[in-house]
């Protein structure tokens, strides 16, 4: 392999520009889901999907998996401001799991299905050499959110905190030391939540002008907006929110918690941009939900992802998960 | 393992059934595809996929294994009588695939979009031990046609010529011995085509009672239509449309060219029921479409599939392509 997720990415989009027949699917730049328009809805349709020595965590049971497998679809949704309506999954075997296996895979996807009620339409089976789960999912939104609609001027906002992910997968893949309280860290990791009431209500703002969910992590998410925007980010290093229990583990592991919170990866909160002028919109829904929603940055001209410390501003390095990463 | 695909299927649709929310998606009986009733209009969802051991045929070239990624889709929408509007793709690949190999694959989708004119909107990268590339399409039909709708005294009408594919199948898999003329034999293997236009006109014949394509093979085929409508299938091994290399093929191999028909698996022509009625149209849709469309049986009461032969009427065995079968 000599070329990664994001140059693939970048090649593929090339030849599918070339292939566009004109349906009115939209956006038509780069995105990870796509609409079209029905009336005057929006079938949002998404797909995401698992491999076993990838995603399947040291500890993470086979019902986990499963519910791993499609709340990243739920989370790509929620940052579109599109409620979930059903998902098909491709289900790809080993010869060697049980039945008992394959029940406790489905459990874990009719868990999720259960708990953002979505209904499980049906799907494909096959083989293959470690197990696969590929889940499609279409969702309805009535203003669906891209990823490319910011201007500059725009503050950048997250949800909830940061970092516990981040705290997993160093616990699980790099045998951290424990923490008297492992429980939101371990959560992150087996049975993380999409914010999708989050989502559906920012659809309603319309000075919300660009979301994407955290799961590829805040680093990596901030140039995939900066790199269809073509817009300039800055965020404050200081205003990061991070969860206590990430600080507490990043203290006992010599870690500096904002790395951990820039670079996690697999974090399912929405980052967003919207207009100053609905600053306030932004804090009654933060009440409403009784969801922490902080102002991290703004948005400015010209290019690059900046983080502000007490040494300056520097630039971001592009962290988080990346595929087939050299 | 201990459960082949069917039993892990009817495993799996049990849990589904009951987790069913009440959304409006069609149908309620186990099929390959689902749809969203939108106006007069039906959004027929389907998903398939590609496993490199399983489905990377011996000579397949990448772009070939890209084609074959989305033709199975295209095939079961015609089954449908939905024409394709866009595809999304679970790209998962190997850290030891090149950028050229990439580059193939997608050509191969697009080859594939291009020939039936659909879109390719996106999809996921992810990475896995083998290359598993899962496609999701969505396409639009007037009336989708579902397996579930045969009436005993329907007509069992079969589309095309059967056989290649098996003949493929034991040429590249078994070393068979080759025939003068092997064109249609690869075709079959490297790039099959899905009936799309038969698939939509079909739906425009009320008579036309269900369909399903042959990508699991004739016998499995009428098994699957037999399991959901409860009703007997009674064919006639005289009737049943070979391909002149078929039958080549198997004679130089000392094959019964009627196993490799029944057998063969990844055949893309499509098996309907009509009612008698409609006899006269389907003749005419043969002449317009130039395609041959052969009554191969009538469908009963009672259950079970049969044949008859020169030694009477006997059950068919389920033999086509059975993933994970013991």
Redesign the interface.
Known sequence: ???N?I???K???T??K????G?S?IPKT?????A?Q??EKF?V??????????DKLPGMSWRDYGWRAVISCVSDLAAKGARP??V????????????KE??EI??GI?DC??TY??????????????I?I?C?M?GVSNRPIWRNGVKPGDLIVISGELGLTGAAFHFLLKGGKEISNMGNIHKAAYRPEARLELGVRLSEIPGVTAAIDLSDGLSRSLYELERVNETRFVIDADKIPIAEEAIEYAEANSLDPLELALHGGEEYEILFTVSPSCEEQVIDLSKELGLKLTVIGMVERGRGVYIKTEGGLTPVKEGGWI??RR
Request: hydrophobic fraction near 45%; glycine fraction near 8%; include cysteine.
């Open positions: 392999m000599n070329l997720e140059e693939i990415i090649e593929i989009w030849l599918i070339s292939n566009d027949l349906y699917v780069f995105d990870d889901a796509c079209l029905i009336g079938l349709f998404t797909n995401d999907g698992v491999a076993e020595a990838t309506l059903g098909m999954i491709s289900l790809n075997l080993t010869r060697t799991i049980s039945a394959i029940r489905y459990q009719i299905a259960e009620s979505f209904d499980v339409w049906g799907g494909d089976l096959g083989e293959s050499k470690e696969v590929d499609f279409v595929h087939l």
